[in-house]
Every structure is written in C-alpha cells, then in structure tokens.
C-alpha cells in the first residue's frame, strides 16, 4: 500500500532563518506531488505542484521554492522565512495517469516563525 | 481563477440533528470531491462526484452534484461527535493537475 511521510511535525524558527520540509512517498511511481498550506484550520492554498522530476510549477509568487531531486520526493524550502510563512503546510501525492484521481496528504507540519 | 464558495463557515448542531453544507461556484467542474479533515491532520477522501445531478452516499452522508456541474451539497443525517471536523469540497476544473479547494465548513456536533 502507498504511504506518504512529512516531517516535522512541528517546527519553530526565528524570522530570517532557511527553512526545509521534506515529504517522501512509497508504494507508488511517478505520481503527481503538490504542497498546500493552511490557515487557521481553513481552506488549502497550492503553493507548488510537480508532475515528475525536475518539474515545479509554483501557483502563488512569495518565498517558498520547491524541488523534486527523486521521483517521490518532494522538499519545500525557504532561504529567509517570513512572519507570513507560519501556518501548517501539507503535502500531497496522487496518481497520475488516473483522472479525477484523489489526493493523499500527509499529516503536515506545523511551522511557526517568531 | 476557478473559486469554490462553501457555506456556512461555521456549523454547531447537536447529536441527533441533520444539516446541509454547500459548494457553489461560478465556474464548471469535471468532478468535485469532498475531504474531512481533523485537527492535526490531512484531509481524507470521503467522496468524489462527476456526473452531473449524481447523487452518492456514505452512510449517513448524502452527496449531490448539481446538474450544471458548478455545485454540490453534502448532507448529514442524524450527526453524531464523530462527524466534527473541517469539511472541505474541492473541484478538477480546466486542469487535471491542478485541485482547487473551497475554505471549508468547520462542523461541531456537541453530544
């Protein structure tokens, strides 16, 4: 069966610090990767969708950047985080080739820049 | 821009009651999907809907997508404290790479 992993769960760092979360999925080849981030227990914004390796298209402009060094991993990544950047980011994967295909999130990490 | 209006925001009911969620939009889906998601964690399938006018079920819970394909309604028979957390509905428009999601119904059924 396919399982996705996200770590950290839980991470505090000071404004102006890099940031890297990381999220690795098994049991499944060439899928779909994207990251979200929620607000306040509210809609998911996309920040970055992958349809394989070495390909990101990023949906909102800011201070984030995604990479996609092996099949099924995904790494979000910062090089000074912002107040703004708080909030739980998710990441994702789905099936490619099969439309209308669901997505399968991981169990995200809560960020907290101070 | 492919938008998702879901209402209402906030929903506290007690055990027992029925309620309706919606999700409307201006723009035409090729499928909406609806995700439960509790605190701390990812959203989880509960449902996707394609044709327009199918009605699905899931036990207690009761899916419509409208007949244009712009809408959907997701209906809760007798809520129990099982059914609190954030419901949230989400559409395939003119991409299949591309989900958008709605801000989501936050539901509190107290026991």
């Known amino acids: 069966s396919q399982t996705i992993h996200q770590w950290p769960a839980t991470l505090v760092q000071p404004v102006g610090s890099p940031l890297s979360l990381e999220c690795t999925v098994e049991?499944?080849?060439?899928?779909?990767l994207y990251w979200y981030r929620q607000a306040a227990g509210r809609g998911l914004q996309l920040l970055f969708y992958?349809?394989?390796?070495?390909?990101i298209s990023s949906e909102v402009p800011q201070n984030l950047s995604a990479s996609r060094p092996q099949d099924r991993q995904f790494i979000l990544s910062s090089k000074k985080l912002l107040l703004s950047d708080s909030g739980f980011y998710l990441c994702?994967?789905?099936?490619?080739?099969?439309?209308?295909?669901?997505?399968?999130f991981g169990n995200g990490t809560r960020l907290t820049v101070t | 821009t492919q938008l998702l209006e879901q209402s209402p925001q906030f929903l506290s009911i007690q055990e027992g009651e029925n309620l309706t969620v919606y999700c409307n939009s201006s723009?035409?889906?090729?499928?909406l999907q609806w995700y439960r998601q509790e605190p701390g964690e990812g959203p989880v399938l509960l449902v996707t809907?394609?044709?327009?006018?199918e009605v699905k079920k899931l036990k207690r819970l009761t899916f419509q997508f409208g007949d244009a394909r712009k809408d959907s309604s997701l209906h809760i028979t007798a809520a129990q404290p099982g059914d609190t957390g954030l419901y949230l509905c989400?559409?395939?428009?003119?991409?299949?790479?591309?989900?958008?999601f709605g801000k989501g119904t936050l539901l509190t059924v107290n026991p």
């Open positions: 994702a994967w789905r099936e490619r080739q099969v439309y209308n295909s669901p997505l399968h």
């Open positions: 049991g499944t080849s060439n899928p779909n």
């Open positions: 992958s349809i394989g390796i070495d390909q």
């Open positions: 723009s035409v889906f090729s499928s």
């Open positions: 809907v394609v044709t327009g006018g």
């Open positions: 989400a559409g395939f428009g003119g991409s299949n790479y591309k989900l958008t």
